[in-house]
C-alpha cells in the first residue's frame, strides 16, 4: 500500500521560509515522478513542483520560481520542497503526490497524472 505522508507546515510570517518533507513507502518510485500541489480556500489545486524520480529533473510552477526549491533525498523516498520569501499567496494546503507522468512539463504538471496523493499539510503565511 502506497502511502505518503507530509510534514513541515505550519504559520510563517511573509518573507519566512518552510521546509516541506514527505515520506513514501509501499513501492518502488522508478519511473515515477513526485510532486507538491497546493490548494487555497475556494480554489483549486494547483501544480507547485515535481521531480523525476529517475533523471533528477526538476519542474516549478512560475508563480514560485526563484522561491521554491524541489529536491529529494539520498537514502529514503523523501522529497522536500524548500520555500523562501513566503507571501501570503502562498497560503494553502500543500500536498505531496506520486504517478507515472513522464519526464516532460506539460504532463508532470497535470494533477491528474498522479495516482497517489498524501493527506497535506497547512501553511500559513501571515503576520
Known amino acids: 500500500q502506497v502511502q505518503l505522508v507530509e510534514s513541515g507546515g505550519g504559520l510563517v510570517p511573509p518573507g519566512g521560509s518552510l521546509r516541506l518533507s514527505c515520506a513514501a513507502s509501499g513501492r518502488t518510485f522508478s519511473n515515477y515522478a513526485m510532486g507538491w500541489f497546493r490548494q487555497a480556500p475556494g480554489k483549486e489545486r494547483e501544480f507547485v513542483a515535481a521531480?523525476?524520480?529517475?533523471?533528477?529533473?526538476?519542474y516549478v510552477a512560475d508563480s514560485v520560481k526563484g522561491r521554491f526549491t524541489i529536491s529529494r533525498g539520498n537514502a529514503k523516498i523523501t522529497v522536500y520542497l524548500q520555500m523562501n520569501s513566503l507571501i501570503p499567496e502562498d497560503t494553502a494546503d500543500y500536498y505531496c503526490a506520486a504517478g507515472l507522468t513522464g519526464d516532460s512539463r506539460r504532463y508532470i504538471a497535470d494533477k491528474r497524472n498522479y495516482a497517489y496523493w498524501g493527506q497535506g499539510t497547512q501553511v500559513t503565511v501571515s503576520a
Open positions: 521531480i523525476s524520480w529517475d533523471s533528477g529533473n526538476t
